[in-house]
């Protein structure tokens, strides 16, 4: 009998050995657990807590006394406490949160400044729920608080960025405009909605096309698709001149400078463009200023010079004849002399502008200098440049030009020549139709003379 009783409390004594170790290998795997939990919530600087609000016993996990600053040897957590560590302009919003909370109104989340017992300020994310005794009253909160200084710090020096960026952007004079990778307009700033006369709301989330003349749209989707297949575009870092669509349809001129990067993996285009529709105009007016006579609009020597050279190597190259008619208005100088130059200004100008009645869109007509002037006839014989010198001639002849109440009239003679084995260079013919017209001068003025043509 005591031996099966010893036996029986052999037993036992393994049982209790196999449980003690089972509690032994629990208690390892728990402290492992803690541990894990601890590291990860200092990695994640984030802590939990544990308040029974109805004995007011609040618990913090160490990585919340970490982030207060404070040591669990030293501080007993309470809410009480807890309340003195927010920065005084938070604590309503965070009395205003648990309030919420305890109401069953929405769970527990509220972002503020805590005061570090050094004075340094942090930033935290606090998050809980609230559990119901059996009576449906609020009895216990649990949640976790994340120190987000730094991201605050990031999400604050990044508004800041944008908010700078917005202000440059918003000073510049040329249109600023940022799109996503399918061509959707995200940035719209002041001077674009002054170029293209759409407000921002007008074009956000609008395609870019809305931009573009018709005859753009298609090349410009075309060369989208060829980018994201190849990584491979003609206008990424160049400064391009294409035309723009105003709101109203009209076109203009502009400057395109277009620029791609990448944010998150995806992609993004900005372009910067410039109306270029005033210094256009003024290209224009400079080249017109250039090359045309200021007095007739007639284009004036040095174009006259430019373009007869043009004619002559086009017409050796391709066997079309050519002619060059010059004129000169007779007595001039007995006019200027008598009537003064302003009226010598107004005959010049009805002089002209009989050219201009009587001369074909190929024809070019300028002025060489004084009361001279010159007719370049692409693909005209000589008989046809003689019937042109002729209708001219006869037109100035009945031409009377009104002038201070009084009626001006002046005759012309006219030297004509035409290309050919003789005059086949630019100073042969010119010089033959210069030399046909002094031969009409010295015939008696009022008449045409031509060039003898091999």
């Given at each position: 009998?005591?031996?099966?009783?010893?036996?029986?409390?052999?037993?036992?004594?393994?049982?209790?050995?196999?449980?003690?170790?089972?509690?032994?290998?629990?208690?390892?795997?728990?402290?492992?657990?803690?541990?894990?939990?601890?590291?990860?919530?200092?990695?994640?600087?984030?802590?939990?807590?544990?308040?029974?609000?109805?004995?007011?016993?609040?618990?913090?996990?160490?990585?919340?006394?970490?982030?207060f600053?404070?040591?669990?040897?030293?501080?007993?957590?309470?809410?009480?406490?807890?309340?003195?560590?927010?920065?005084?302009?938070?604590?309503?919003?965070?009395?205003?949160?648990?309030?919420?909370?305890?109401?069953?109104?929405?769970?527990?989340?509220?972002e503020?400044?805590?005061?570090?017992?050094?004075?340094?300020?942090?930033?935290?994310?606090?998050?809980?729920?609230?559990?119901?005794?059996?009576?449906?009253?609020?009895?216990?909160?649990?949640?976790?608080?994340?120190?987000?200084?730094?991201?605050k710090?990031?999400?604050t020096?990044?508004?800041?960025?944008?908010?700078?960026?917005?202000?440059?952007?918003?000073?510049?004079?040329?249109?600023?405009?940022?799109?996503?990778?399918?061509?959707?307009i995200?940035?719209?700033?002041?001077a674009?909605?002054?170029?293209?006369?759409?407000?921002?709301?007008?074009?956000?989330?609008?395609?870019a096309?809305?931009?573009?003349?018709?005859?753009?749209v298609?090349?410009?989707?075309?060369?989208?698709?060829?980018?994201?297949?190849?990584?491979?575009?003609?206008?990424?870092?160049n400064?391009?001149?294409?035309?723009?669509?105003?709101?109203?349809?009209?076109?203009?001129?502009?400057?395109?400078?277009?620029?791609?990067?990448?944010?998150?993996?995806e992609?993004?285009?900005?372009?910067?463009?410039?109306?270029s529709?005033i210094?256009?105009?003024?290209?224009?007016?400079?080249?017109?200023?250039?090359?045309?006579?200021?007095?007739t609009?007639?284009f004036?020597?040095?174009?006259?010079?430019?373009?007869?050279?043009?004619?002559?190597e086009?017409?050796?190259?391709?066997?079309?004849?050519l002619?060059?008619v010059?004129?000169?208005?007779?007595?001039?100088?007995?006019?200027?002399?008598?009537?003064?130059?302003?009226?010598?200004?107004?005959?010049?100008?009805?002089?002209?502008?009989?050219?201009?009645?009587?001369?074909?869109?190929?024809?070019?007509?300028?002025?060489?200098g004084?009361?001279?002037?010159?007719?370049?006839?692409?693909?005209?014989?000589?008989?046809?440049?003689?019937?042109?010198?002729?209708?001219?001639?006869?037109?100035?002849?009945?031409?009377?030009?009104?002038?201070?109440?009084?009626?001006?009239?002046?005759?012309?003679?006219?030297?004509?020549?035409?290309?050919s084995?003789?005059?086949?260079?630019?100073?042969t013919?010119?010089?033959?139709?210069d030399?046909?017209l002094?031969?009409?001068k010295?015939?008696?003025?009022?008449?045409?003379?031509?060039?003898?043509?091999?």
């Open positions: 009998m005591a031996y099966e009783n010893i036996e029986e409390l052999i037993k036992k004594i393994k049982v209790l050995e196999l449980q003690i170790e089972q509690c032994d290998t629990i208690r390892h795997k728990l402290e492992k657990s803690e541990t894990s939990l601890a590291q990860a919530q200092r990695i994640a600087r984030m802590g939990n807590w544990d308040w029974d609000i109805v004995t007011n016993d609040l618990h913090w996990s160490d990585e919340i006394f970490r982030i600053g404070l040591d669990p040897e030293e501080f007993e957590p309470t809410y009480k406490a807890f309340l003195h560590t927010i920065h005084p302009d938070d604590k309503d919003s965070v009395l205003k949160a648990v309030e919420r909370a305890l109401a069953q109104e929405e769970d527990y989340h509220v503020h400044r805590i005061i570090l017992p050094d004075g340094t300020i942090r930033v935290v994310l606090e998050q809980g729920k609230v559990y119901l005794d059996e009576q449906k009253n609020s009895s216990r909160m649990i949640g976790t608080v994340q120190d987000i200084t730094e991201q710090a990031m999400e020096e990044l508004r800041q960025s944008e908010e700078r960026f917005r202000t440059v952007a918003n000073t510049a004079v040329d249109a600023i405009i940022i799109a996503d990778a399918k061509g959707t995200l940035f719209w700033n002041i674009a909605s002054k170029i293209f006369a759409y407000s921002q709301d007008e074009v956000i989330g609008k395609p096309s809305i931009l573009m003349p018709r005859h753009y298609e090349k410009h989707e075309r060369g989208m698709k060829n980018y994201h297949q190849t990584g491979e575009s003609d206008y990424l870092g400064i391009l001149e294409f035309e723009g669509t105003r709101k109203d349809g009209s076109e203009f001129p502009l400057e395109l400078a277009v620029s791609s990067w990448t944010n998150g993996g992609r993004f285009f900005t372009a910067i463009i410039r109306d529709t210094r256009k105009e003024l290209e224009k007016e400079l080249i017109h200023l250039a090359t045309r006579d200021g007095l609009d007639l004036n020597r040095s174009s006259f010079n430019t373009k007869f050279a043009k004619e002559i086009r017409a050796l190259r391709y066997d079309k004849p002619s060059l010059i004129l000169d208005i007779d007595n001039f100088k007995l006019l200027n002399d008598t009537y003064g130059h302003p009226a010598g200004d107004a005959f010049l100008q009805a002089t002209a502008q009989v050219i201009l009645d009587n001369i074909r869109n190929i024809d070019i007509a300028a002025r060489l004084g009361e001279e002037f010159v007719l370049i006839l692409p693909e005209t014989m000589m008989d046809s440049a003689m019937n042109m010198a002729e209708r001219l001639r006869q037109q100035m002849e009945s031409k009377t030009v009104e002038y201070n109440n009084m009626g001006l009239s002046k005759t012309i003679s006219v030297g004509v020549a035409s290309l084995e003789s005059y086949n260079t630019f100073d013919l010119l010089k033959a139709a030399d046909a002094y031969v009409a010295r015939k008696g003025k009022n008449c045409i003379a031509c060039a003898n043509n091999d």
